[in-house]
């Protein structure tokens, strides 16, 4: 693409993926995760366009080593994941450096101070100085444009692949972008043989590694500005930040009219640190303040590098603590206690009385009916948790850490108490990423085990990414009986008895057995789904209702509501017409008609 762009309104993902194209990227690898999980939409719809190739990877382990193949056969490539799934692509990245890739490789991983989006707000920052990668973080929207791009050019001066960690607060921020679209002749892709590169063993691993460093040490004689300053240079207090803190310093510095009092330094080059932009910067201070999210990576780098080489005293961790966002109101508190100067009343405050509103299964999810059945079968048992849409509140399990912690977790409390009511359970799209070696492990230690697995052909909690049994491409029963799963249940989600027999029928045989639930996500209607909420009409008779309300207050579908008369109604503007409340309700009180189905016998009704 040759033509010049306007300047656009848009978010930190278009920035993501406008840099990539404007690149030229030629291959693109991702495992969903918020907050840098609509990347990939803007790269899907317009690969014919830009004539990329993308991946949608099972896990981020295999989208890291495949986007090292490519770079290997010199292409652009680019790994998009959250920063939980840095855990995941550890292994191969830790070898990634040594093996001098050709074309330019970019990981981008989406970072959650705050845990808006995750489960967890792990601070990943120490993995840079593990794998020895350069790091990037930029400030701004126009920031992360510019960091993406400049990190593939890195990437090729330096063989190596390149970290840009992009914060949840600027993934979804939005602002104005300009694009700058570079001219790229089409690069041949072979893969040519490199033993001393890429077989590490020994002796030769040693050596590889050795060079790899003195690789990563010529990145500050390059020409790129990776940081900037502002206010006044002459202040004897300065602000080092990085990242989305940077924009929260420079507001609050403004708002409280300190700007001739403090310099403010932002670094972009995390990792490693340009010891000659700090040290110029520090000249002259009095004191150096470092302010940042999380546990205070930049703090240590900059402790460890200026160590006796400055005579100012540095402050950080101290200071700020070392969990959450940095807030404008904690550095506003700080700065007016040591500046004695009074915060501006007009300053906009974030204390509103409002009470906290969880998520909730949607209107026909069919997790809803699933976990009615498996309170029914189970009581008071145990629910082994996954991450995913079945994580959601009111939180049915007994615990919600990481992808695939609900069969791990559970096979270890089963292995110790083969006797204890319990189940573990995850989505289909947990199961593909690392659950399906997980089930395994306990079929080769022959562990009493039921494992559930919610099959929704979605991976929907971050965007209604294809999982594999979205095409059908994937049997999951005969991958079941492929790992050694003897005993599979088949069962309807929306029926939630048949998940209830299903359970309790598995709790007599000895083994691992599993339990394949499905049911479409009801935000990805298909025709016959779309025809179901056209024609079908869904209405509760209270003549016949005993008033358990087990519809209403144990099923907890929100398209069942009370009237001002107390009586239950569906409100057909939200139900999806999915049934679940027809094998909830003991009365026969619910009645559905649908003119594409033959109608019930009144005594079945």
Not at 308 to 330: N, Y
């Amino acid at each position: 693409m040759t033509d010049t762009h306007p300047t656009l309104f848009a978010d930190g993902n278009d920035a993501i993926a406008w840099a990539a194209q404007d690149a030229g990227v030629d291959y693109v690898a991702h495992y969903p995760g918020s907050p840098v999980n609509r990347v990939i939409n803007v790269l899907d719809a317009e690969k014919n366009q830009y004539n990329y190739l993308i991946n949608h990877a099972l896990n981020e382990h295999i989208a890291a080593l495949s986007c090292m193949g490519a770079s290997l056969c010199g292409a652009r490539s680019l790994v998009v994941m959250k920063h939980v799934g840095l855990n995941i692509a550890a292994d191969p990245l830790n070898y990634s450096a040594v093996c001098k890739i050709k074309g330019g490789m970019v990981i981008v991983v989406g970072t959650d101070p705050g845990a808006r989006t995750s489960t967890g707000e792990e601070d990943v920052h120490w993995y840079a100085p593990q794998f020895n990668l350069p790091l990037l973080e930029p400030a701004t929207v126009q920031g992360v444009y510019k960091c993406v791009k400049q990190a593939f050019s890195i990437s090729e001066q330096l063989q190596l692949p390149v970290l840009v960690f992009v914060a949840g607060r600027i993934a979804y921020q939005s602002s104005l972008i300009t694009r700058q679209p570079e001219t790229h002749k089409k690069r041949p892709f072979v893969f040519k043989k490199d033993p001393e590169n890429l077989i590490n063993v020994g002796a030769k691993a040693v050596r590889n590694h050795r060079d790899h460093l003195l690789r990563l040490q010529t990145l500050h004689q390059q020409s790129q500005q990776l940081f900037s300053t502002h206010f006044n240079p002459q202040a004897r207090i300065g602000i080092v930040t990085r990242g989305a803190s940077y924009s929260v310093c420079y507001e609050v510095i403004e708002s409280l009219g300190l700007s001739a009092q403090l310099h403010l330094l932002n670094i972009e080059l995390s990792y490693p640190l340009n010891l000659a932009d700090f040290m110029q910067f520090a000249q002259h201070k009095n004191k150096i303040i470092i302010a940042e999210d999380q546990d205070g990576f930049l703090e240590t780098m900059i402790k460890r590098e200026a160590f006796g080489k400055v005579s100012c005293e540095i402050q950080g961790k101290d200071i700020f603590p070392a969990w959450g966002e940095l807030s404008s109101s904690l550095l506003s508190d700080y700065f007016s206690k040591i500046f004695n100067v009074t915060q501006p009343h007009n300053a906009l405050s974030l204390k509103i009385d409002c009470p906290e509103r969880a998520g909730s299964f949607c209107e026909g999810c069919p997790h809803r009916s699933s976990f009615y059945g498996i309170d029914a079968a189970i009581g008071d048992g145990i629910i082994g948790g996954d991450i995913g849409c079945s994580s959601l509140p009111p939180h049915r399990t007994d615990w919600l850490l990481c992808m695939n912690a609900g069969i791990g977790i559970s096979q270890g409390i089963a292995h110790l108490l083969p006797d204890q009511a319990l189940v573990s359970t995850g989505g289909e799209g947990s199961f593909f990423h690392g659950g399906l070696i997980s089930l395994q492990s306990a079929v080769e230690n022959n562990i009493n085990l039921t494992h559930i697995i919610f099959d929704n052909r979605s991976v929907a909690m971050t965007g209604h990414q294809d999982s594999p049994t979205s095409s059908d491409k994937t049997d999951l029963g005969k991958l079941l009986e492929g790992i050694g799963v003897q005993t599979i249940f088949k069962v309807n989600a929306f029926i939630s008895s048949e998940l209830t027999e299903a359970i309790q029928t598995a709790a007599k045989i000895k083994g691992v057995k599993a339990i394949w639930v499905q049911g479409d996500c009801a935000l990805q209607p298909n025709t016959e789904a779309l025809r179901r909420f056209k024609e079908r009409r869904l209405f509760i008779h209270n003549d016949l209702c005993a008033g358990c309300t087990l519809c209403y207050e144990k099923l907890q579908c929100p398209a069942i509501i009370k009237a001002v008369d107390k009586t239950l109604q569906i409100d057909l503007t939200r139900c999806r017409r999915c049934t679940a409340c027809l094998d909830v309700c003991p009365n026969n009180a619910i009645e559905v008609i649908d003119p594409y189905v033959e109608p019930p016998n009144s005594e079945d009704r």
